[in-house]
């Protein structure tokens, strides 16, 4: 479907017993927040983007504003107008916000992308629950988390449920739902409808480790940082090898890199801690020794490979 027509559709996605989702708060504007919101924004939501800080939220919505400049060029080849259009009435349906429970006092979706960590994903929901209207459901985009380990912090487990997004947002074309024992049909409904009025393709995901991608996924990529680790063959080769004898658009080496080291580690970190006799989800001393050097991947400039600088 086009862009347009996407938008379009979300006006006729909603039918009696789910709620419209017209406006969107997404928490956290690094790399999964700002592709989430940017998508939401493009397909004719109203977004508010929240992080820490003015300055983090200035960089996401500079690069969101970049990114939408690659989707003009594309969708608007023979239009500069409507182009310019398009960019600028998806610009001006993007606010930020550096206080979460401000902006979620009139949204009718929060999306959470912050840090990896259960904590403070619990913490930042505990208090959203007591801010947000009644009706607001929540989802998280954890890569790993258990869905209902973070919904525990709330009194609303009818409205929550996991979207999972995959990097880069506004490319991939992915969306996983998650849905809990307690999530209603209503909500899980909306969810669903919501993945695609933002362009997704959407697959229904029990709340198991890592839904069914990451599942695996990062066993997969584990294993190719052992292979490299034990010496039996290059990063490049495995990279090379993965791309051109699988058909894999990215080697798992880069994959890892692309996703973020630290984010790779806190996934592994914590399936070994819940499940300690599974090998797949054994520690990797040379994906550890990377982090603790603060080689986090492309987002560091360097990780297994070096970058330009970011
Ligand atoms: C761990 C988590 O929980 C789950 C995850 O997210 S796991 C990670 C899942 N993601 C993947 O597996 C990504 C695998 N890699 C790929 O699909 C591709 O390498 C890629 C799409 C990232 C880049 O594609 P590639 O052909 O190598 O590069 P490139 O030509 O620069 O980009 C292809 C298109 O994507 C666009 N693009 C690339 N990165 C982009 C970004 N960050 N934002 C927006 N658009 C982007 C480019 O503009 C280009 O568009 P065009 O074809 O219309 O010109
Ligand atoms: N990186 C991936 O490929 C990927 C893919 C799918 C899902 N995820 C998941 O998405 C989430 C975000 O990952 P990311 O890669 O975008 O991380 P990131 O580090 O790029 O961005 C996280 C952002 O959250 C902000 N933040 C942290 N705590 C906050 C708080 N309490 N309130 C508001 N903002 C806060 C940070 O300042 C940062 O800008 C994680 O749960 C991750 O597991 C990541």
Known sequence: MSLMGTVLKRSFSSSAGRAAIKHVTVIGGGLMGSGIAQVAAQTGHDVTMVDMSEDILSKSTKYIEKNLTRVVKKKFKDDAEGG?????????????NT????????????????????????????????????????????????????????????????????NPVPIMKLLEVIRLPETSDATFQSLMDFGQAVGKTTVEAKDTPGFIVNRLLVPYIME???????????????????????????????????????????????????????????????????????????????????????
Request: hydrophobic share 40%; net charge neutral.
């Open 84 to 96: 310019e259009k398009f960019l600028r009435e998806t610009m001006a349906r993007l606010s930020t």
């Open 224 to 310: 190719a940082v052992r292979l490299l680790e034990r010496g039996d063959a290059s990063a490049r080769d495995i990279d090379v090898a993965m791309k051109l004898g699988a058909g894999y658009p990215m080697g798992p080496i880069e994959l890892a890199d692309y996703v973020g080291l630290d984010t790779c580690k806190f996934i592994i970190d914590g399936w070994n801690k819940s499940m300690p006799d599974n090998p797949l989800f054994n520690p990797s001393p040379m994906l550890n020794k990377l982090v603790s050097e603060e080689k986090l991947g492309v987002k560091t400039g360097e990780g297994f490979y070096k970058y330009g600088k970011k």
């Open 99 to 166: 206080d979460a429970n401000n902006a979620a006092q009139k949204t009718d979706l929060v999306i959470e992308a912050i840090v990896e960590n259960l904590d403070v994903k619990q913490k930042l929901f505990s208090g959203l629950d007591k801010a947000a209207p009644q009706h607001t459901i929540f989802a998280s985009n954890t890569s790993s988390l258990p869905i209902k380990d973070i919904s525990v912090s709330t009194s609303r487990a009818d409205r929550f449920g996991g979207l999972h997004f995959f």
